[in-house]
């Protein structure tokens, strides 16, 4: 019963996003069927499981200024804590600090993993995500907590001001 329970709830969950092809659309399916749909892409090109499920795990966690857990968590927090359980790399607490160390990348150039940096409020680098594929990032939003968005939607892009690798 226990395991029945386990695996059926592997193959179904919301995943929360506002990116505009995906809103309201009903994902089920393994972590790479879920994954693939929303972001557009084959299922073969979601090839780092232990990334979707990290990001499963934290869908929908809210906002919390200065937050470093479920309960909540800043841009900044998720940006760090990913970046160190899954690629194993150290990066700056601050969206404006990790915007100062990555290698600075086109657009265009943007692989899973790299990071894309906002302008809210006129305030340089204030916010960042994880870019993911086909111009969707990870991020934490404010109203939603953890959430995937779509770099292209007008909101996010007239705010997008930088990108890159971390080194």
């Keep these: 019963m226990i395991a029945c329970l ?33 972001l557009g892409v084959q299922e073969k090109d979601i090839k780092d499981q232990r990334l979707y499920k990290f990001i499963d ?11 470093m857990d479920k309960g909540g968590i800043d841009c900044s927090g998720f940006t760090t804590i990913l970046q160190k359980e899954i690629y194993k ?12 160390q990555v290698k600075r990348l086109y657009e265009e ?28 990032f990870v991020h934490v939003s404010t109203s939603k907590g ?13 705010y997008f001001s930088r990108c890159g690798s971390v080194k």
């Design 146 to 158: 953890v959430i995937i968005s779509d770099l292209r939607d007008p909101w996010y892009y007239k």
């Design 6 to 38: 386990f695996f059926t709830s592997c193959k179904s969950r919301k995943i929360i996003t506002d990116a505009s092809s995906a809103r309201g659309k009903e994902l089920s399916g393994t972590i790479e069927q879920r994954y693939a749909t929303l």
């Design 109 to 136: 150039d943007l692989k899973e993993g790299d990071l894309v940096f906002f302008d809210f409020g006129g305030q340089p680098f204030n916010h960042v995500g994880i870019y993911l594929h086909n111009n969707k």
């Design 57 to 67: 795990s934290w869908m929908g966690a809210p906002h919390r200024l200065g937050g």
């Design 89 to 100: 790399k150290s990066v700056a607490r601050t969206a404006r600090e990790m915007a100062e």
